[in-house]
Antibody
Framework: EVHLVDSGGDVVLPGESLTLSCVASGFTFDDYTMHWVRQSPERGLEWVSSINWDGSETRYAESVKGRFVISRDNNRESVFLELNGLTSDDSAKYFCVRDLMGAFDYWGQGTHVSVSS | EVVLTQSPGTLSLSPGERLTLSCRASQRLDSAFVAWYQQRPGQAPRLLFY???NRAPGVPDRFDGGGYGTDFTLSISRLEVEDIGLYYCQQYDKSPWTFGQGTRVEI
């Protein structure tokens, strides 16, 4: 059974950094592109970033480009999202998601990021 | 970016009724790249359909996806209590991938 376990969310001050982690199990991790998607009451569901199977290709939403960094470790079956220069607009629940040709077929339970002074 | 507008905002119905949710895109989309998700209260979204009409594993056949161009629909033939929640459409035809704002289904 596919499982994605997100972690790393926290309450931080504006401008601070945070790294989110997602541990996968139940499938051949390095066969799949992985994504991060976030959800907030203000912005709804928003695709944030993606990384291909070997980490050679990454993509970012314009709202986070230059501030967030996605990476993966296939040996640890994990994907990471480094969040830098956080603002209140980044406050959201962040989901690790598995790719199905661009759709999202499995989601983690989500981890909360709150940016507040 | 492609804006997806879902309607209605909220649907209040009785068990057994049929409902149709609408998703209108600001640009024409290849129907191979439209998905629908269900989000029950307190849970992560769950994939219902991909490629407009391809039902994800475990999705009951009373759910149906359709549409083309700029207009896509999700239908539920006989509403059940377990179907309450938010429903989102998503396009993955044009970068960045985007979601609609959601339709809430209530009983």
């Amino acid at each position: 059974e596919v499982h994605l376990v997100d972690s790393g969310g926290d309450v931080v001050l504006p401008g601070e950094s945070l790294t989110l982690s997602c541990v996968a199990s139940g499938f051949t991790f390095d066969d799949y592109t992985m994504h991060w998607v976030r959800q907030s009451p203000e912005r709804g569901l928003e695709w944030v970033s993606s990384i291909n199977w070997d980490g050679s290709e990454t993509r970012y939403a314009e709202s986070v480009k230059g501030r967030f960094v996605i990476s993966r470790d296939n040996n640890r079956e994990s994907v990471f999202l480094e969040l830098n220069g956080l603002t209140s607009d980044d406050s959201a629940k962040y989901f690790c998601v598995r790719d199905l040709m661009g759709a999202f077929d499995y989601w983690g339970q989500g981890t909360h990021v709150s940016v507040s002074s | 970016e492609v804006v997806l507008t879902q309607s209605p905002g909220t649907l209040s119905l009785s068990p057994g009724e049929r409902l149709t949710l609408s998703c209108r895109a600001s640009q024409r989309l290849d129907s191979a790249f439209v998905a629908w998700y269900q989000q029950r209260p307190g849970q992560a979204p769950r994939l219902l359909f991909y490629g407009t009409t391809n039902r994800a594993p475990g999705v009951p056949d009373r759910f149906d996806g359709g549409g083309y161009g700029t207009d896509f629909t999700l239908s539920i033939s006989r509403l059940e209590v377990e179907d309450i929640g938010l429903y989102y459409c998503q396009q993955y035809d044009k970068s960045p991938w985007t979601f609609g704002q959601g339709t809430r289904v209530e009983i």
